[in-house]
């Protein structure tokens, strides 16, 4: 069986494919094993996905192959383009059906989910709109020689996406890479591989040839590894964690030197002046910490007020985070759902443990909500130290540190001081201190009264261990190209 009739609050009944999707169709694993996708509202199985070994991923980046060597590279950028933009015209149709699995397999507020999804066509859109606008250039070097560049795909890529945004990070890889003209087999995070599935349905109705896009469910360890350390994949994209990215470096040069790009992870700064609104810093800070239940790359986990206006900043975060919805992401009302799985609770958990015995003060929150599901309340650490693990280590949850600055140039360095540098936000009214600690801070993207507004036009990626590459607008299309130069001798002259 590969599919299965599941329901939503939200959409009724549903058929949820549960095979892997290769060459266009949903099969069967080779061993016939499956696995228990979890509910993380309410720790119920959802139901069971066919579980990719290192064979399917043979079987799976061989269609891509065969399909890359063969009808795609027939097919020509516009209509490459235009597949895309279907594809995006058909997530918007069915826009309710993809928000609401993606709530119910991730747990994010379905109106979060919606926003998710909206985005995810607008990606999609982008890069149908490149498929034909990338271009080579002549070079005259001398008068007797006729040289051009051109660009041209890398081949087959394997893609590997993280449980937090699903579909986003479907759209953010498959994107680019067809827009240049590869094959793509993807791998979805083992907790979340539902709304994946769903949009792989989609990908045969908008026209796109067998095994130009391939998406198969697997654990990281089996199906990950593999596809990290294939002979016949050209280039491995992964977005998650700095551990993970290692091992998928490694991989790579240990294989066939496959290109790498990594999405990492973050510890991100987000700074407060004394001159800012006061008002609209707080909303943005709680969004930048509490969206998506803290599960975000980019987070604005570290948090830093301009010690003059610390005290009052402080008590109104508290009651602006302590206002914060959470609760069944199918309620209309819901900001936060639960964290993603058993095991991600249990580890930011341990880290507020570890906050607690670090002498930390909880401001608010600190403690599981409910007692079923994976709820947290959203949490707030007060008299924390540079050295905390809380403060230097990635929690991926509805948890932040809080702390005071006097000058610019103390703030800079404290923000600098980490190994990570995906992004940062700075609050004032004041223009050159927004640009000067902008320009300051070691970071791939920097917000100014604002906080997580990603957009696909807007390179993302990080400095340091935040990751290699850049995702997202044209930058990312040049992680999916190879540069190819011609040189022509015209005349007749010989050589010497």
């Known amino acids: 069986m590969t599919t299965q009739t599941l329901k939503t609050p939200h959409t009724g009944e549903y058929e949820q494919p549960t095979g892997l999707f290769i060459n266009n169709e949903f099969v069967k694993g080779v061993d016939g094993k499956t696995f228990e996708v979890i509910n993380p509202s309410d720790e119920s199985v959802i139901c069971s996905?066919?579980?990719?070994?290192?064979?399917?991923?043979d079987i799976a980046v061989s269609a891509a192959r065969k399909a890359f060597e063969g009808e795609w590279r027939k097919v020509t950028p516009g209509d490459r383009g235009r597949m895309l933009t279907k594809l995006a015209d058909l997530f918007e149709e069915n826009i309710d059906l993809l928000a609401a699995v993606?709530?119910?397999?991730?747990?994010?507020?379905?109106?979060?989910?919606?926003?998710?999804?909206?985005?995810?066509?607008?990606?999609?859109?982008?890069y149908g709109g490149w498929a034909d606008k990338i271009e080579g250039k002549v070079v005259d070097t001398?008068?007797?020689?006729?040289?051009?560049?051109?660009?041209?795909?890398?081949?087959?890529?394997?893609?590997?996406?993280?449980?937090?945004?699903?579909?986003?990070?479907?759209?953010?890889?498959?994107?680019?890479?067809?827009?240049?003209?590869n094959t793509v087999v993807l791998k979805t995070a083992e907790q979340t591989p539902l709304s994946g599935l769903v949009a792989a349905r989609l990908v045969k109705e908008a026209g796109f040839p067998p095994g130009v896009i391939n998406i198969i469910s697997g654990f990281g360890k089996v199906a990950g590894a593999a596809i990290a350390s294939h002979m016949d994949v050209d280039k491995v994209a992964f977005t998650g964690s700095t551990v993970v990215g290692r091992q998928i470096m490694k991989a790579a040069a240990g294989s066939n030197l496959k290109k790498v790009t990594l999405e990492l992870g973050?510890?991100?700064?987000?700074?407060?002046?004394?001159?800012?609104?006061?008002?609209?810093?707080?909303?943005w800070v709680n969004f930048g910490i509490f969206f998506n239940?803290?599960?975000?790359?980019?987070?604005?986990?570290?948090?830093?007020?301009?010690?003059?206006?610390?005290?009052k900043f402080i008590q109104r975060f508290k009651e602006r985070a302590a206002a914060?919805?959470?609760?069944?992401?199918?309620?209309?009302?819901?900001?936060?759902?639960?964290?993603?799985?058993?095991?991600?609770?249990?580890?930011?958990?341990?880290?507020?443990?570890?906050?607690?015995?670090?002498?930390?003060?909880?401001e608010t929150g600190g403690k599981r909500k409910g007692d079923k599901g994976f709820f947290i309340e959203p949490t707030i650490f007060s008299n924390v130290t540079e050295d905390m693990k809380i403060v230097q280590e990635e929690i991926f949850g509805p948890v932040c540190t809080i702390a005071k600055f006097k000058t610019q140039e103390e703030i800079i360095k404290i923000a600098n001081n980490t190994t990570y540098g995906l992004a940062a936000a700075v609050h004032t009214k004041n223009l050159n201190t927004a640009l000067e600690v902008a320009n300051s801070l070691r970071a791939g993207t920097v917000w100014v009264n604002a906080y997580n507004m990603l957009h696909w036009q807007l390179p993302f990626g990080g400095y340091k261990e935040s990751g290699i590459g850049r995702e997202l607008g044209e930058a990312a299309l040049e992680s999916y190209s190879q540069t190819k130069t011609v040189s022509i001798r015209l005349g007749d002259a010989l050589f010497g």
């Open 49 to 57: 996905v066919h579980e990719a070994s290192e064979k399917d991923v």
């Open 102 to 126: 993606e709530a119910l397999d991730n747990g994010k507020a379905v109106s979060m989910a919606k926003g998710d999804v909206g985005a995810s066509a607008g990606c999609l859109r982008y």
């Open 142 to 181: 001398t008068p007797d020689t006729f040289n051009y560049i051109r660009k041209e795909p890398i081949g087959v890529c394997g893609q590997i996406i993280p449980w937090n945004f699903p579909l986003l990070m479907w759209s953010w890889k498959i994107g680019p890479a067809i827009a240049c003209g």
């Open 266 to 283: 973050g510890k991100s700064p987000n700074i407060v002046f004394e001159d800012a609104d006061i008002d609209n810093a707080i909303s």
């Open 293 to 311: 239940h803290g599960q975000c790359c980019c987070a604005g986990s570290r948090i830093y007020v301009q010690d003059t206006i610390y005290d």
């Open 324 to 362: 914060n919805q959470v609760g069944d992401p199918f309620h209309k009302d819901t900001f936060q759902g639960p964290q993603v799985s058993q095991l991600q609770f249990d580890r930011i958990m341990g880290y507020i443990e570890d906050g607690k015995k670090a002498g930390a003060t909880v």
